[in-house]
């Protein structure tokens, strides 16, 4: 096997990197099996061993794969979960956008996985771009209802719900955990029944926090989903949540999807 150069030359251990990349995104190895030893892969792509070293260095750094002392080298197991971003109606609403505790909830079922979350409430000031998108100045108070959401253990998603204080005030959104039924419930008892909304799809890489909590490898990024909701009156809230991409992989829908296989 060799290593083609295209149209630009690259340095021979990324192209290597690349081609093991595809080779991995292609399910050659499933995760959590051994990639081949230094020696083998030297063989099939005709390179020095440094290349092999290098190359490697790279997908670690990815997260891709990962080095264990004394026992190789091993595809890093971080199943992706499909997340339907289009959230469509779910048996228990009659109407409305779905909750987005419920449809997280209905896919970890689904999908055999254990789902958790852990649960805060805070008072911060808005920035500018959640006061552009909630219709507030920037700098005021806002209510920010946060969830750190775990599958299997293992750290998935950070969900920031931003409110007006004067729609949060007095009410269930104030308190510092989740609430039965989930802030849709209270919204809903305020007359603010969300029926669209806009999303903004990012990637970037985490700050240092956001690393550590989601413990993946250097060169993961996050797909960040910043969410408008509407009502009938303007914006409720704007939820802002972000994944870790190699765990995650956001689905959206168009048109008429009533015939859609497994709905």
Excluded at 252 to 258: C, F, N, R, V
């Amino acid at each position: 096997m060799t290593i083609s150069s295209g149209s630009m030359p690259s340095p021979k251990y990324q192209r290597l990197a690349a081609d093991l990349r595809r080779r991995i995104s292609a399910g050659e190895w499933p995760g959590g099996t051994a990639l081949p030893v230094e020696a083998e892969l030297e063989q099939q792509y005709s390179v020095a061993r440094n290349t092999v070293r290098l190359a490697v260095d790279v997908l670690v750094n990815e997260g891709l794969l990962v080095r264990l002392q004394g026992k190789g080298t091993f595809l890093r197991e971080h199943p992706v979960l499909d997340h339907r971003a289009f959230g469509p109606l779910l048996p228990s609403q009659r109407d409305g956008l779905a909750g987005p505790s419920e449809v997280y909830t209905a896919e970890a079922e689904q999908a055999g996985r254990q789902l958790s979350a852990e649960f805060e409430m805070l008072i911060v000031r808005a920035r500018v771009d959640v006061a552009e998108r909630l219709g507030v100045q920037p700098g005021e108070a806002v209510v920010v209802r946060r969830q750190l959401r775990l599958l299997d253990r293992e750290p998935y998603s950070i969900e920031e719900s931003h409110y007006r204080a004067g729609v949060a005030a007095g009410t269930a959104l104030m308190e510092p955990d989740p609430v039965p039924g989930g802030d849709e419930a209270v919204l809903a008892a305020l007359g603010r029944v969300e029926v669209g909304a806009v999303d903004q799809l990012v990637a970037r890489m985490p700050g240092p926090e956001e690393a550590q909590w989601f413990q993946g490898g250097p060169g993961v990024p996050l797909l960040v989903q910043t969410r408008v909701t509407y009502d009938r009156r303007g914006p409720v809230r704007v939820i802002e949540t972000r994944y870790s991409a190699d765990r995650c992989r956001l689905t959206y829908g168009l048109g008429q999807l009533g015939a859609r296989p497994g709905r």
